[in-house]
């Protein structure tokens, strides 16, 4: 098989594939969160907390006091790694682009350089991080192959597309294809592993902190 008719496949029939992978995955975990349902609170509660769960949605994205200082590589890494990942997705031209012929929906993309500086700065946090995670007794100790399989599926892309931008090391044709495979198989894995707290994370934010406010827990 050539390099275009790789590429073709990967645009193609690959990606119809992943596409209907991912979407399937997120329906049927969301509909397995939700369906566990959640016992009536008959309590009264202690104190009048509206938008306890919207608050704690935001606030736990903050690090607790004293963490940052006692932790500063797993905070600062995870922020550049987050802030770096969101701009390489949604404000390259060629992704927006992409974006467009799902949904028709499009926006203004950032400068190549900044792009181009953000998917760097995730590439080297995600290094940091699993160093820190390697060298931190811990952290090493509680990691397992689905941490190690959620960290490489989620560099792969960062690194292929950041080649294949700048036509390094191989073909442009092949270095795009394999952007796209690793794209597609971050999609095909991320419903079933634990990088689904994509999706999960503030679902379980906004259900702890509207328990939490309505016992008058600070969260």
Do not use: C, Q
């Not at 992978?21 to 969301?30: C, N, Q, S, T």
């Not at 060629?94 to 950032?110: A, C, D, K, Q």
């Amino acid at each position: 098989m050539s390099h275009l008719e790789l590429l073709t496949f990967a645009r193609g029939s690959a990606l119809n594939w992943a596409l209907v992978i991912f979407v399937a995955g997120i329906v049927l975990r969301l509909f397995e969160i939700f369906g566990l349902g959640r016992k009536p609170d008959l309590a009264k509660p202690r104190i009048n907390t509206p938008g306890s769960g919207l608050r704690t949605m935001f606030t736990r994205s903050l690090p607790v006091v004293g963490m940052l200082k006692r932790d500063p590589v797993t905070y600062i890494g995870g922020y550049v790694f987050h802030f770096g990942l969101l701009i390489a997705i949604v404000f390259s031209a060629p992704h927006i682009e992409f974006f467009r012929s799902l949904t028709r929906l499009g926006w203004s993309n950032f400068p190549t350089a900044l792009v181009d500086a953000s998917a760097v700065a995730a590439i080297v946090a995600l290094g940091v991080l699993l160093a820190h995670r390697l060298n931190n007794p811990v952290k090493r100790l509680l990691s397992g192959f689905g941490d190690y399989l959620a960290w490489t599926v989620t560099l792969l892309p960062l690194l292929t597309g950041y080649l294949a931008a700048h036509h390094l090391f191989v073909e442009y044709t092949l270095m795009l294809a394999l952007h796209i495979f690793s794209v597609e198989l971050l999609m095909v894995l991320l419903p079933f592993t634990k990088l689904f707290h994509t999706f999960s994370v503030f679902i379980s934010r906004w259900y702890n902190g509207d328990i939490f406010g309505r016992k008058g827990i600070a969260s």
